[in-house]
């Protein structure tokens, strides 16, 4: 089972922030939080991924909080094309543990920018 | 385009054929996953590969599935006597295993149709 929870759904208005809460209350020390999206008929986009700090890149800021049991996605400025599902993962790092280094996905939260 | 590329696209076949996809992973990538997207549903994990080592296999791979990743490059997904049940996308990732962290890139995915 997915370590993570969503909403279903969520919905943002074009050129605003969209952000895009997940919960993980038993993640543990050396697992990771990745964020990937699917846009409809296509395979999972890797969008981020952090452990513990905030985290910037140019498609999205993740935000960790403090004692790591939850995270936001932060889309700066939505556009039509950011509509997809969004999955939150935990994972552990594969070389620290020697684990499969598989993903669990859930249903995600699925976003639909409106104009 | 995250290099990874899967073929065909689509496959649509009658119930109690055999079919077969391919996965062309990111070259150097020595890891490569299979998952299996049902609609509606986060893609879940079937098998997995460390160069040519099939290493992991999920109780969802029945004995009519087999994988095989011939030295260590491109993989083969066999889906034998295929009935309506399997109809799915099924995706390709891989992974460089050996920094301290790894990100999954996906390939476009295999839409498979069973009538």
């Known amino acids: 089972d997915a370590k993570t929870t969503q909403p279903p759904s969520m919905d943002c208005a074009e050129g605003r922030a969209a952000n895009l809460p997940c919960n993980h209350s038993t993640i543990s020390g050396n697992e990771y939080v990745y964020w990937y999206r699917q846009i409809h008929s296509q395979g999972p986009q890797y969008i981020i991924h952090?452990?513990?700090n905030n985290e910037t890149n140019e498609m999205a800021s993740l935000i960790i909080t403090e004692d790591r049991k939850s995270s936001t996605l932060i889309l700066p400025h939505a556009t039509l094309r950011d509509t997809a599902v969004y999955y939150c993962i935990v994972r552990v790092v594969i070389v620290l543990s020697g684990n499969t280094g598989k993903l669990i996905f859930g249903q995600g939260t699925t976003l639909q920018v409106k104009p | 385009d995250t290099g990874v590329s899967q073929n065909p696209r689509h496959k649509i076949t009658k119930r109690g054929q055999n079919v077969t996809f391919r996965c062309d992973p990111i070259s150097e990538h020595n890891r490569l996953y299979w998952y299996r997207q049902t609609l509606g549903q986060g893609p879940e994990f079937l098998t997995y590969?460390?160069?040519?080592?099939?290493?992991?296999k999920s109780r969802l791979l029945s004995d009519r599935f087999s994988a095989e990743r011939p030295k260590g490059s491109f993989s083969t997904l066999e889906i034998q006597r295929t009935e309506q049940g399997d109809s799915a996308m099924y995706l390709c990732?891989?992974?460089?295993?050996?920094?301290?962290?790894?990100?999954?890139?996906f390939g476009p995915g295999t839409r498979l149709t069973v009538l």
């Open positions: 990732a891989s992974i460089y295993r050996g920094v301290s962290t790894d990100t999954q890139y």
């Open positions: 952090g452990l513990k």
């Open positions: 590969f460390q160069n040519e080592a099939q290493l992991e």
